[in-house]
């Protein structure tokens, strides 16, 4: 079975960090373009940051660049969300998706345009940033 899940949610103190894992089974990650997209609550889902899997590529969404970092592990099917400074507006539900297309991802990911399209989405994880 194609899936993706997420793990690592839960509750962090402002300015804290936090590490979401996104485990991949059925498929093979390593020809994949990694996308993570986040939406909180009464909110459009929007995109955070996606990494190519041909020459590595990444994009960061402003609201996260010099905060969050994505990185993959190809010898464990995971790609990594590392999240510090946590600040209570990325409280949000996260996602991780892959597409074998990094046309595709890019453009769900910087314009939110056919987030429909893309491969296989994870089931989502909560993020709560919270004192």
């Known amino acids: 079975q194609v899936q993706l899940v997420e793990f690592g949610g839960g509750l962090v103190q402002p300015g804290g960090s936090a590490r979401l894992s996104c485990a991949a089974s059925?498929?093979?990650?390593?020809?994949?373009?990694i996308g993570w997209f986040r939406q909180a609550p009464g909110k459009e889902r929007e995109g955070v940051l996606c990494?190519?899997?041909?020459?590595?590529?990444?994009y960061y969404a402003d609201s996260v660049k010099g905060r969050f970092a994505i990185s993959r592990d190809n010898a464990k099917n995971t790609v990594y969300l590392q999240m510090n400074s946590l600040k209570p507006e990325d409280t949000a539900v996260y996602y991780c998706?892959?597409?074998?297309?990094?046309?595709?991802?890019?453009?769900?990911?910087?314009?939110?345009?056919?987030?429909?399209?893309?491969?296989?989405w994870g089931q989502g994880t909560l993020v709560t940033v919270s004192s």
């Open positions: 998706a892959t597409d074998l297309s990094w046309e595709l991802m890019y453009g769900a990911v910087v314009r939110g345009t056919r987030l429909g399209d893309l491969g296989v």
């Open positions: 059925g498929f093979t990650l390593d020809y994949y373009a």
């Open positions: 990494i190519s899997s041909s020459d590595g590529s990444t």
